[in-house]
Structure formats: C-alpha cells, structure tokens
C-alpha cells in the first residue's frame, strides 16, 4: 500500500526517492503504519495564505503540541490573576450596592452597611469552604454544571450550566462596561466612544484568550496586582489613620442635600441591600471550575487560589465597609462619584496621583474581570460539547490549546450585548447575579448528595455534608431574594432565557444521541466481496472535463451510464453524432427537456437509475472546473453545485467530484508523467 | 444498461414493472436512449417545497415549453407598448427640458422652442430611418452591440454594449422616479415615502416581465394606449381652439415673476438646449434589438412598430412644443407643475379630471418605460453572454421564457440606484442620455462600414450608407454635446463606469476563451483500459458512516489505504485494535498529530499520496452525515466540508461523498431490499 511504498521509495532508488519529496520533513515515521505529524504540514505555499499564516503567528503566537499542556498550566500567582479577577473586582463596587440601597431609609440607615458587609461575608465563607470541599471531591474540575448532574441529575445539570452561561456573557458585557465606565469618569471625554471602547476591550481581551491561557495569565497578572497594592495600601493607611485617631474629615457635597429617607427602614430594604451587595460573590464558582488548568497538584493549587481570593476579598470589603462608615461617606445620588473615589479623596486627596492610580488600577481590573469569564465560558462550553449538549466545534482545542470555538463564540456575544445595551452598566446589572446563585445552589445542593452517596465509605460525611447544606441553604435564599428583588428591572429576561437555552442543550443532545444511535455498530461488521456500483456521467459538452470524467466512471465501474440533457432535438442529435464517434463504450442517454432545465430531468433520471438499483450505490461522477481564482466560480458551476446540493438529500447516491483545474493544472495531465511530477509539487 | 433495463421491466414483469414506478409519467420514451421529459419532472414532494412552487407557479404563470415561443412573440399592438413606452414617455419632458434651458436667456427665447423641437424631430426622422435599415439588415436583432460589433470590431461593440447596459439601469430608475414624481405631484401625502414606492414598482415591473415578455406586454399595453389617447384628445381639442381662434388666455402665476434672462442667447445656450430635449430620442433603438422577439415576419412587424413610435412621438412633441409656444406656457421655477400640467389646466380647466387623467395616465407611462430596459437588459446580457462577455448564467432562459438572471440583476440594480439617490429625478437624469448616443453614434456608424462591405452586391449601397452616415454624424453631435454639457453634473459617472465595464467583459471574455482552450478536445480521446484509482478513506470513528465508506471504497478499487488522524498514542492505539477487529482487508494508516488539528495532517498525508501516484488520480472517499434538518447540519460535517474545500484546490484528486442519512434513511438500507424500495419511492 501506498504508505509501504513511500516507506519502499528509500530501499528502491531514485523513483522512490523523487516520490518521497513532498513528505519530506512533513511526517515521522513512527512504526509501521504509523506517522506522526510535525510542524511542517501546516506550511503554506508562498503566497497571500502564507501571508496570513505569519500575521496570524503574530499575534497569537507559536503553535502550542498537545505535550505542551501541562506547561501551559497556571500556578498560584498567575492563577489568582486569572481566576480571581471577577470576584475581586467586585469589591470595588459591593460596598457602594449595600449604602446605596440602605440610604433610601435615611443616612442613619448606613450603620447598617457594615453588618449586612459581615453577613455576607459570612456567605462568602461559607460557600468558599464548601468549594473547597468541591475542589478536593472533583480535583478535574468541578463546575457547578459537573457536580449538579453528577449527584442530582441532568435536568439540575443543565439548570446550572445554562444559567452559568448566561451569566459567563454578562460577566464580560457588565465588567467591561464598569471599567469604561470608571475610565471615562476620569476621561469625560471618551464617554461618546464608550461603546467602540468597550468592544475594543472585549476584542483585545479575545486576543489575549486566543494566545492560550498561560499566555493571558501572564497578559493580565499586573493589573490584578497593581489593584491590590493600590487598594491594599489605601486600607492600610486608612487603617492607621482610625488606629492614631486622626481620620479626616468628611462632609458630602451640599448640592447632593440630605438623605431624605423615602422608605422606612424594614426587613424587605435590608433584604435588598443585602441582596445587592452579593454581587460580591459572583466570581467565586471560577476557581473550582478550572481545576484542571493549575500545574499539578491542580487540586492543592487551586484550594490555595480560593483561599488567597476569599482572603484578598473580604479584607478589602470589610475595610472598604468600615473605613466608609467610619468616615461617614454618603453614596452619590448622581452617581458620578464612586464610593472607592470619595475615599481615596477623603483619605489621600482628590486629584492627587494616588488617587488616579486606585481609580486606574480600578478601571483595568473591572475591565480584566472579563478575562474571567473567557477561562470559564469556553470551558464549560467544551464539557457541555463533550457530553452531547452543545455544539461539538466547542470542545476542539486550537493551535494554541484555547478552546477558540467557546472565545469566538462568547466575544461576538458579549460584545452584541454592549452594542444593544449601549455598553450601560445600569441597564446590564439587573440581568447579573441571579444565574449565578441558581448555579451555587444547585452546585452545593449536589455536594450534600454526593456526600450522603459516600456515608458508608466516609466517616466524617455528614460534617461534610453539613457545610454543604449550609452552603445551599444561603445561596438558595440568596437567589430567591435576587430574583423577586430584580425580577422587573430584568433578571426576568435571564429566567426566560435560562429555559430556552436547557430547551436548545436538550435537543440538541437528543440529536447527538439519535445519530449515535443510527451510527453505532452494535457489532463487528461483515466485509463480503461487493458489486462495482451503477455509475451515472451527467455530461453538458463532449470536452475534457467530460472525457475525465468519463474515464474515472471507467475505472471505478463497468456499469457506466452518461446522460446528456438537451434543450431541443436537434442538439439532442448532434450530441449523440460526437458521443458516438468518441466510441468510449459507454453509452449514452439523452433526456430532452422542452421545459429547458437541466435539473429537473436530471434528478429524476437519477432517482429511475436508484429505484432500478435497489441497495447498491448510484455513483453519479460530476465533472466540475476549477478556475484559477476564487471569484472565477461565478463564471461557473451554478448547475454543478445544485446538483450536489439536491443529490445530497438522495439516500444511496455518492457524489464523485472529478475536478479540471484551469491552466498549468489541465495543461500538466497532458504532459508526461516524468514533468508532471515536479510540477505538482510546486502546485501542491 | 440502466436505460434498458427500465424498458425491459415492462417485459420481465413483477420486478421491473416494480422498479418502473418512479419514474411512472416523468418521461416520455421517444426512441432507443432517448427520453423526452414531462412536466413531472418538476414535481415536488408534499411539504414546504411545493407550497412555495405553488405560490411561485401562481405569481409567474405555469411554465412554458420551448415549443410555445413562437406563441411567446409579440404582435404589433403589444409590441408598441412594450418597444415603445420608453421613447414615447419622454414627450411627457422633451418640451419642458428645452424651455428650462431656453428661459435663462428670458422669455423671448422661448419663440425658439419650435424650432429645437423641429431640428431633434429632423435628428429623430434621421435615426429612424436609419434603424429601418438595420432592421432590414439585421432581422434576428440589431441592437448597437451587435451592429457596431460585426462592422467595427470588438471594442466599439464592447463600448456600445457596456454603454447601453448602463443606460437599461438609469432608464429604469429614472423613469420610475419620474413616474412617481408626477403621482406624488398629484398625491403629495406620498412624497416621504416616493423611495419605498419607486423600489416597490421595479418589484412589480419585475415581476410582470418574470410572467413571459407576451403577458408583459398585456399587462403593460394598456397605460400606453390610454396616454396616447388622453394626450391626443388633448392635442386635438388644442389644435382645434387654435383654428378656431379660441385659444385661451395664459398668466403665469405672479409669484414667479418675470424670467431675468440671466445670459444672452448664444449658440452654446441653443446647444445646451438641443442637448436637453434629445433625451427625446432615448428608446429609439429598443425596437431593433428586440426584433425577434415580433410574431413573423419579424422584421416587418419591428419596422412598423417603429415607424408607429417615430410617427406617435413627433405628432406629440410637435404639438406640445406649438400649443406651448402659442398659449405663452413658461416653465415653472419652482418645478412643482409640468409644462404639460399647465397645458391641461389651461385648455381644459386645473382640477378637471381630464387634468386628472392626463396625470395619472402620464405617471403611468413614466413608469412602464422603465418596462422597455427591461425587454433590453436582459436580452443584451443574454446576447453578451452568448459571445462569452458577460456570465453565462444570463444566457438562460427560465421556465416562462423570460430571461431570469438578467431581470433580477435589472431589478437589483435599479433598486440600489433609487435607494443611493433617494428615487430623485434631479440627480438621476444627468447620468442619463450620454450612454444612449454613444450607443447610437457607434450603430449607426457600423451601419456605414456594413454598406461599404456590400458595395459590390448591392447597388444603393452609397444611399443607404449616405442615410446612416447622416445618422452617425447627427447622433455623435448630440453624444459629444450632451457628455460635454452635463459632464461636471453627473456624465462623468458614466464616462467612468463604461471603461470599467468594458475591462470586466473582457476579463470574462478571456477567462472563458482560456478554459474553452484549456478544454477543448482537438482530436476525438481514445480510451484505453484505465487502471482503478488509489482510494484513500479518511475515518474518525468506527461507526456505521465509516463502514459504508471504506465499503463503498472496496467497491470501487482494489486499492484501498484507511486513514485516520489520532490526537494521542492512547487513542491511536484504541483505534488499531478495533480497525484490526474488523478485519475489512483494507490497511490503516494512523496519523497522530501533535498539534490537534486534524486537516493539516490529512491533507500533508494525501499529497504525499498523490506524488506516489503520479497522473492516477487518488479518491478521496468522504463520509458525510445527513441530517433530517438543515439547522441540524451545523452540528456536524464542519471537518467534511473543510476537506472538501482544500481538496478541489488539488489536481488529480477526486472526492467521493458517501452519504448517511438520518433516521429512515439509514435504516431503510439496513432493512431487507423488498421493503426498503418502497421507503425508496416515499423519499424520493
């Protein structure tokens, strides 16, 4: 066979040795029948597609082997910038959610923003402990897709999984939106491009993606670290000031007037302040979603990227809650000022350098916390394609080991998202949250079954159990509460969503399993001698694409029909003169078409010929010209690719596609086969 | 054969009288090899395709036979409404156009309205008589591409064809939005929307000449003739008041005021004016390049339908311009009311309804001119395409005998010139006119050599060329005016595009001429005993898919290589023990690639293939997975596609597409033969 023969070509001189010349350096030679692809067969010949080839190394770098997989793995530092960036960054704004709801009481109400900050810390707690739990339970990745189906079935699955998805897009839509929009509190005058700026980001940070997760890890370290000098160094400072009693002053500008206190201070306002201020926990799901992606032990790096992330974050919220109610700062009613701006104002001076740094390294990281989202999409994406949910181009791997479906897919998404809602953080957030928690809630509710499922192997399953419970029971309220608080300012379009999505997953997952099903061979199959096919030559003109493709029908069949379709009888008969002086032994149907349409008669010859035919093959050989240019095919083809496309549809009839290139192509096949040789491979 | 094996089924009884039934009524058996096919070919299972064949079918008529086109032509009746309308609308302007001009130079110049009228009636006179002679001359169709190409050459045939087609636009999106100028003039409620309702009457024009050029020529001969006879009675009552001595008094309204005679009254002005009122003679050469499309003897009936427009359209022009200048009629500044508005108004009273008639019947004929281009459009792009110019797909005739392609790229274009110059006559109407003298001047031209090559045969050869010399000076005068007096205002669009156009046609020309070359068989093939080719079948699992391939591949060659591309030893190994299970005789080839990709490596390994082949071509057997949904296919076959795509690029590759089909498809052909021919009919 031919690989025996390339193989051969060494042992049997100079024909062999000339054949083997456009392998070369192409594949390795493993073991018998077996090659191994190197770098080279991805080369292009000189021209515009090489062209493209080098910019597109350009930016997305070299291509990445499979073995390279576990170098392209995160550890912790890299790690907490990648996952941790959208939980962190909520903490620029969870403080200002909780005061600007409380306010609607009164200033008096504020004293309330640190306790209900406690409270939900105390969730944020509870449900990191419970994913570390999920992380040690599923070390390859334990997404709350993955645990929910796993202990409580594929219906809670994909609940969770459409939800996260959702909410995936929003991430991106909502925190770039937030970072164009503290950019441009600084730069009013980018405000009118807040929309071309956003989509900028989005697509910068696609590219990012593309250049592979470590690379993007690298890519977006700094930001995520700056902000925590920055924000770490302002708290302590702060911090020092309350410690040596010398905390300034701070008096609200007069023209924002008192709090007025429209609403009395009840447990439906608290319930809503607390509620908003849960934004805060949104991010968290990411690390025990990406298990797989730390360096070995994935399991124990990734419990220590949760654990750094709940420390960084409940550190900077609670002193962000403290400072603020310590200092006595007033939410903004026209929403201009942030509440991190009034207190780095407060504290360092407004307009100082300090104070364009926390709001800068702010701004990145908002816009950064996307970046989260990119690791997480794609790859809930690819386990959903692998278990027959989702389209199966998801769960591909590009050149550089980025699940580049799930990136193209989530960046024309999102950035679709910022074009409608005109990048407009306000008009996005009511939409965010509530997926998230569903998610939670399901993901713990599935940990308190899966440890009930261990009880007889595990001792300490019900303490496990336990934390889990109280995991789902707090994310369970707070996504109760979520929802019927945002339900009218739009989380109902999340709640429609979520089951048109698990409606989408669920056929499309039906159609996978059906075609399995007709795919399958339930046993070996039996390989008897088989009968030559029935060939059908449709031929227009008696020209060389004709006499090849006459030629190939010869070789495959003895049973070779060619049907020629003519408009009047006339040509019919001057077809039928040339057809019998070629004396190829084929014979020749004429079909008349008074109607003048080639395709019509056409098909249904075809289809007498299958019903004849009964279970063998129809192979209709289709003589087609390919011109030397693209745009070329206009001047050609139309019947040609109709054909295929009704043919298509017609159980039992094979296509064969005889190709005539234009020119140097055609011109080769005449010459001898020593020149044509050569000229091939330049062509090739 | 297959062909012999239908016929003998009605002889061997049961089982071919069976396998005859699909075909039952779709051919007619006319002789040995020789179908005829009914109009049953074109019926369409139950379902979403025949409901829209129905609609379709009921929108343009049933089709046609290419035995009905004698019964297709037009008579003399018809074919004055549909050769004739572009040329006799342009009475309902030519006056206006040359006072526009005339009044610059003051009132007083109007006096030599009459005599402009009388010299481009003088041009008229000339160019008619000229295209009598090429009527006669060129009975199958003698527009000016044809003319100018068979007497000068290729290139003033090519300038004249790329001139005229530019002209078959303008003159559709002019005369619509003429057309509903004069409506909205009328109906001003319907100016906003005078976009929305040109584009829809172009659908409209389109669709009618999509029915057959017969029954557009029924549906469009009635406006034609009701303008003719409202602007006759009008003339007649005219000329009548004027013998008479009653012809009534005429003020212009005082907000008008005098006209200032900005300029003198030189000779550019009078040309300036001449030039203006030759859009007159637009249309004149739809006749003869419709010739056959006349009831016999062709020739004669287009002779007299022009004779009837030339004799139509002076009487018109003549009278209007004489009664303008006898009742003192200026035109208005404002350009709210026609000349021919206040011919009406002032003859039979504004507001009249035979005011209302005139109106309506001229906004009509405005926009059935457009009716004209497309008689002309189409059938010049189907002449082009016949000499290889222009796509071939233009040379069809669809199954009303219309020129399809050439109708909906009329109507595509047409449409964007209305949509980009917001349906304004203004800025459409200086594009217009320079393409048709152009056009005229090179025809009339090609007439003058035409004689001089038939000096020796035909003794008045020196008259006629004498006539048509006449006509080429006189039309060439008016083309080098009109380009020079609305170059700045628009021309110049035109003076570009023909150029641009003319280097299309000749790429489309040489590309065809080289494949013809490429192609062409010089001597009668011969053909030997061919070898069968090399197959390669590339699989990715072993499924029922790949089973049919690899024995669709046995049944074609001896010489079979399975190929499959294996991300990791792991698998690669999986997939050798089941390949070696199944025990087919047919080798395996495993390609591991490192980088993922699957193509590349395929790719590499077929072209290393190929260059152990040499001129045997390789068969590349692709399985391709049918769904019962189109949507459906979006979740498979994206690699079979990619291969397909770079494989066409290859020479000496044939691809061979083996379908499986979802469903009843593949399990019918699991199912024992008796049964599934029976599903066989159903799908077909």
Chains 1, 2 share one sequence.
Not at 301 to 306: D, S
Not at 494 to 514: D, E, K
């Amino acid at each position: 066979m031919t690989l025996r023969r390339i193989r051969k070509g060494h042992r049997l001189g100079d024909r062999y040795v000339r054949i083997f010349r456009p392998t070369a350096g192409k594949f390795e030679q493993d073991e018998e029948n077996r090659l191994v692809a190197t770098e080279a067969v991805f080369d292009q010949p000189a021209g515009l597609r090489r062209y493209f080839e080098h910019i597109w190394r350009f930016v997305v770098g070299a291509r990445l082997s499979s073995a390279m997989e576990a170098h392209e793995r995160l550890g912790v530092i890299k790690g907490l910038a990648v996952f941790a960036s959208d939980n962190i960054s909520s903490s620029a704004y969870a403080t200002e959610e909780i005061m600007r709801v409380l306010v609607l009481a009164g200033a008096g109400a504020l004293m309330l923003t640190m306790p209900i900050t406690i409270a939900i810390v105390v969730v944020l707690v509870v449900v990191v402990t419970s994913y570390q739990q999920t992380i040690r339970a599923y070390p390859t990745g334990g997404g709350s897709y993955i645990v929910a189906s796993d202990n409580l079935g594929p219906v809670p699955g994909l609940v969770a999984a459409a939800s996260l998805l959702t909410d995936y897009v929003l991430t991106v839509a909502v925190s770039v939106a937030a970072g164009v929009a503290a950019l441009t509190s600084i730069f009013p005058a980018l405000f009118d491009e807040r929309v071309i700026l956003s989509v900028g980001f989005v697509l910068l940070i696609c590219l990012g993606n593309l250049r592979g997760i470590r690379e993007s890890g690298t890519i977006f370290a700094a930001p995520a670290y700056l902000y925590l000098v920055a924000i770490f160094g302002l708290l302590g400072y702060g911090l020092f000031r309350y410690a040596s009693g010398s905390l300034p002053e701070y008096t609200a500008p007069e023209e924002w007037g008192a709090p007025e206190g429209a609403t009395t201070l009840g447990v439906l306002l608290i319930l809503r302040a607390f509620s908003s201020g849960s934004v805060a926990l949104t991010g968290v799901e990411a690390v025990s979603n990406g298990v797989p992606a730390f360096t070995p032990p994935e399991a124990k790096h990734a419990q220590r990227v949760l654990l750094l992330m709940g420390g960084f974050f409940l550190t900077i919220f609670l002193g962000m809650s403290f400072l603020a109610g310590q200092i006595g700062i007033l939410p903004d009613p026209t929403e201009q000022t942030t509440v991190i701006s009034q207190l780095t104002s407060a504290l360092v001076g407004g307009g100082s350098p300090y104070h364009y740094l926390v709001q800068i390294s702010t701004a990145l990281l908002l816009i950064l916390a996307a970046n989260t989202a990119y690791s997480d999409f794609p790859r809930l994406s690819s386990i959903l394609a692998r278990d027959g949910y989702w389209p199966r181009q998801f769960q591909y791997r590009g050149d550089r080991l980025a699940f580049t479906t799930g990136i193209f897919v989530l960046t024309l998404l999102a950035g679709a998202l910022l074009v409608v809602f005109s990048a407009s953080v306000t008009s996005l957030i009511p939409l965010y949250t509530v997926g998230v928690f569903i998610a939670f809630t399901l993901s713990q509710g599935g940990m308190v079954r899966h440890w009930w499922n261990l009880r007889t192997t595990d001792r300490g399953w019900w303490r496990r159990a336990a934390v889990n419970a109280v995991g789902a029971l707090a994310t369970g309220v707070v996504a109760l509460v979520v929802g019927v608080a945002k339900f009218a300012l739009g989380a109902w379009m999340v709640l429609i969503l979520v089951p048109i999505l698990m409606a989408l997953m669920m056929a499309i997952h039906r159609h996978y399993r059906g075609v399995q099903a007709a795919l399958t061979l339930d046993e070996v199959p039996e390989f008897p001698r088989v009968e030559a096919p029935q060939v059908v030559v449709p031929v227009s003109r008696l020209d060389y694409a004709a006499y090849r493709a006459v030629r190939f029908a010869q070789s495959i069949s003895p049973a070779v029909t060619a049907v020629h379709v003519s408009e009047s009888a006339a040509e019919a008969a001057a077809m039928q003169a040339r057809w019998d002086a070629w004396d190829s032994g084929v014979e020749l149907v004429i079909v008349e078409s008074p109607y003048r349409s080639l395709l019509p008669p056409l098909l249904a010859y075809i289809d007498a010929v299958r019903a004849t035919e009964g279970d063998r093959p129809v192979v209709v050989v289709v003589a087609e010209f390919v011109p030397r240019y693209f745009w070329q095919n206009f001047l050609h083809n139309q019947a040609a690719l109709r054909l295929k496309v009704h043919l298509l549809s017609r159980p039992n009839v094979i296509v064969a596609n005889v190709p005539s290139h234009f020119g140097e192509a055609t011109r080769r096949i005449r010459e001898t086969p020593e020149e044509s040789s050569a000229e091939s491979d330049r062509l090739a």
